[in-house]
């Protein structure tokens, strides 16, 4: 039986729905409608794939790999990223995941990242390329930080811009707040800084905000004090960030693990997760 690759389309999805909650079994299939919604529902970027690609025989998709493409500014420059999300192939055509993968990972000036690989996926992630670029996550309690002064922090809420922002920054905030974080705007002397947390249900029962997006972590740092009291109020007095080692100047515990991996041109920084599954999707 012939197997190709191609681009999924939007007649796919449906039955990609079905494919991933077969193979997911962990996750129901409103986790996955809920996905391939707000895949449908963000502007594809130019020449880039909506969905990912999938594996076809006999008319029938037999394999799937998810990616998410995004804008990003490296150095002042933009770059294009892809948050490499999940994959699946029945296991009557495992034999062909390499081709779907090598497909998907084929063009080598886009940046992949892959935030939430299986322990079972290591080896093969070795194997594609991938280098970790960060080494666990430190849990703090920004509330402990010496507040900044003249400092106001403001909720950026969908249907709300903000003209001091450059306009992707409030297109992020926007679409993240839609998703379901809580977009912030740090309002310094003369400066705006943004900043996004995915709101974490439980870690032993305490929620706690995962950051998702700053220009960069030395602001965090800058603003944790502040930033850390505006989410206390509203029930989170513990944040998350990726990190390789702790940070100094913020008050917690690291722990080693949980690592994030990259292959290609540009190594991701830390503090920007922004348009990955974890944030799109709930993971």
């Known amino acids: ?19 991933f909650t077969r193979g997911f079994r962990i996750r129901p299939r409103e986790f996955w409608v809920r996905a391939f919604t707000r895949l449908t529902e963000r502007p594809a970027l130019p020449g880039y794939p909506r969905y990912g690609y999938l594996l076809e025989a006999d008319g029938a998709p037999v394999g799937a790999i998810l990616l998410i493409f995004s804008s990003s500014i490296v150095q002042g420059q933009p770059k294009i990223r892809c948050n490499v999300s ?31 690989p299986s322990s079972h996926t290591l080896p093969i992630l070795g194997a594609q390329g991938y280098k970790p670029y960060s080494g666990g996550r430190y849990l703090v309690v920004p509330m402990l930080s010496a507040p900044s002064v003249d400092t106001r922090i403001e909720a950026l809420a969908p249907g709300v811009s903000d003209a001091d922002l450059p306009t992707f920054e409030t297109e992020l905030l926007l679409d993240h707040a839609g998703y379901g974080c809580i977009s912030l ?14 709101p974490l249900r439980t870690l032993h029962v305490i929620p706690v905000a995962y950051l998702a997006y700053c220009r960069d972590l030395d602001n965090f740092v800058r603003f944790a004090g502040a930033l850390g009291r505006f989410l206390a109020r509203r029930g989170f007095p513990l944040v998350v960030l990726d990190s ?30 922004a348009y990955s599954e974890r944030v799109m999707f709930g993971f």
């Open 1 to 19: 039986m012939p197997v190709r690759c191609r681009e999924i389309g939007s007649a796919d999805v449906d039955r990609l729905v079905d494919l």
């Open 86 to 116: 999940s994959w699946y192939a029945e296991p009557a055509f495992a034999s062909y995941a390499a081709m779907l993968v090598s497909h998907a990972l084929r063009d080598e000036q886009v940046t992949y990242f892959n935030i939430t």
């Open 185 to 198: 705007v740090c309002r310094a002397p003369n400066q705006r800084y943004p900043f996004v947390f995915l």
């Open 244 to 273: 390789t080692e702790p940070v100094q100047g913020l008050y917690g515990k690291y722990m080693n693990g949980h690592r994030n991996y990259f292959k290609g041109p540009d190594r991701p920084r830390l503090g920007d997760i």
